[in-house]
């Protein structure tokens, strides 16, 4: 199941106490607010939306690497960035007819053989509205940990810094116990002389 947006901005607002955000994100919409605080929820819900979108970026880009493919049939061995679905961050591997091709990045392009071949690399996600739902599956990364990691980016650029310590905190020992790896030791037998 794909995380949804509004969960994480909901478990925000809760974490930073913003009760007209949360009324704003219920089913009913904030009907109940007045205009002055229904303006001020949108404004903070905005900010609150861009704050999740830099956290989701940067656990794309760094820890939790997004995987996919895409076919090609180019005449020249050419593929330009621009030509991919999604916005590619590393390539790491290309295939031809279900074999290894060799192949070479440059600033604008990929350079392999001629003729269908399929790209594996690694993307950055698009942004995501509040209804939205994001790249990740529900698992090693969940609405919890971005909803730490967007109260800190808020708090961050309101300039409360002493929040925001707490908060990335927070964000950083969830992020890194969900996505650190478990392997098991093995001991070797023990041998008697």
Known sequence: MK????????LC????????VLALLSDDGGVNLS??????AERELNMLLRCANLVIHEIASEYVHLKTYESFNT?????RYSDFLKQPVDIYSVKKEGNFCRFKLYPSELITQEGDV???YTYL?????????LDFEEGKVNGRIIAYGTAAEYCVICGLYEEAVIWDKRYKDSLFNSVKSIKSVTLPERKWY
């Open 3 to 10: 995380v949804s947006m509004k969960d994480c901005l909901q």
């Open 13 to 20: 607002a809760v974490f930073l106490q913003f009760e007209n």
């Open 75 to 79: 005449t020249d061995g050419h593929i």
């Open 118 to 120: 399929e790209v594996y």
């Open 125 to 133: 996600p698009d942004k995501v509205e509040t209804t939205g739902n």
């Open 35 to 40: 205009d002055e605080d229904k303006t001020e």
